[in-house]
């Protein structure tokens, strides 16, 4: 009886291997690229750009890399974002990561609760720029620079 068992399992796995291998392997190799397929246009930005490419439109990370340069180093990005939007945390993601080497601060709106810790540690010098991730500017704030998929970027103390 155990040996029935063992005869039935080791066949039923070999029928399983020889139908793989005789049916979807081959299609594997068929359907799989005849080398690699190297990405196009400037990939010095390849996956940054993909990135923003996710978010419906190509080619900002060079751009918003020229425009956070003419911002003194040691200045802050403050970068407004609403958590509760995939789309305005990635943008405030991408942003902060193509703001390097400026220091960064990330503010969700979409959460308003802060503690009185929090107010009297806040860095009240004003920014070198604000950007807005899909998220409306103030009227009171000039117009900044548009760098499409939602994302504006109002320059507060730059060159």
């Known amino acids: ?59 900002v990370s060079k751009r918003l890399i020229a425009f956070f340069d003419l911002a003194p180093p040691e200045k802050r990005i403050l970068i407004l974002d609403r958590e509760d939007d995939l789309a305005s945390s990635l943008l405030g993601m991408l942003t902060a990561y193509l703001a390097w080497p400026h220091p960064v601060e990330i503010v969700d709106l979409a959460r308003t609760r802060v503690n009185r810790g929090e107010v009297a540690a806040t860095d009240l010098s004003p920014p070198a720029a604000i950007a807005f991730c899909r998220v409306p500017r103030p009227a009171e704030l000039p117009e900044g620079k548009n760098f499409d998929a939602g994302l504006e970027v109002v320059p507060v103390a730059m060159k």
């Open 1 to 59: 009886m155990q040996s029935a068992r063992a005869v039935a399992h080791i066949s039923f796995w070999i029928v399983l291997l020889t139908a793989f291998f005789c049916v979807s392997v081959p299609k594997v190799f068929y359907r799989a690229p005849k080398g690699s397929i190297p990405p196009t246009g400037d990939t010095s930005f390849h996956t940054s750009d993909s990135f923003w490419h996710a978010t419906g439109t190509s080619g």
